[in-house]
Nanobody, 123 residues
Framework: QMQLVESGGGLVQAGGSLRLSCAASGRTFSTYAMGWFRQAPGKEREFVGGVSRSGGSTYYADSVKGRAIIIRGNAKNTVYLQMNSLKREDTAVYHC????????????????WGRGTQVTVSS
């Protein structure tokens, strides 16, 4: 089993920035692609972005492209999601996930999921 624990969420004003972290334990972190997903109340889970095992490839949803950066630190077993120019529609619970794919948006390729961290963007 792999345990994933997200942190860094909170309340931020529109236009601001947040950096979310996801700390992994229990499995060899570098052998898993990592993804970030979010779910807002009443909405389906949505892919935000992902990163390959090596960190060499990243994938982003169109809704966050240009505003999000995903970086993984394999030495620290941690993946980060930097979100800039936040909008109210970014309000959601953000989950990280680990899988054996390439880090793209297919949720079926992710095996382990964190419980999430709340991000609330106010106007």
């Amino acid at each position: 089993q792999m345990q994933l624990v997200e942190s860094g969420g909170g309340l931020v004003q529109a236009g601001g920035s947040l950096r979310l972290s996801c700390a992994a334990s229990g499995r060899t972190f570098s052998t898993y692609a990592m993804g970030w997903f979010r779910q807002a109340p009443g909405k389906e889970r949505e892919f935000v972005g992902g990163v390959s095992r090596s960190g060499g490839s990243t994938y982003y949803a169109d809704s966050v492209k240009g505003r999000a950066i995903i970086i993984r630190g394999n030495a620290k077993n941690t993946v980060y999601l930097q979100m800039n120019s936040l909008k109210r529609e970014d309000t959601a619970v953000y989950h990280c996930a680990a899988g054996e794919g390439i880090g793209d948006g297919d949720p079926g390729k992710y095996v382990y999921w964190g419980r999430g961290t709340q991000v609330t963007v106010s106007s």
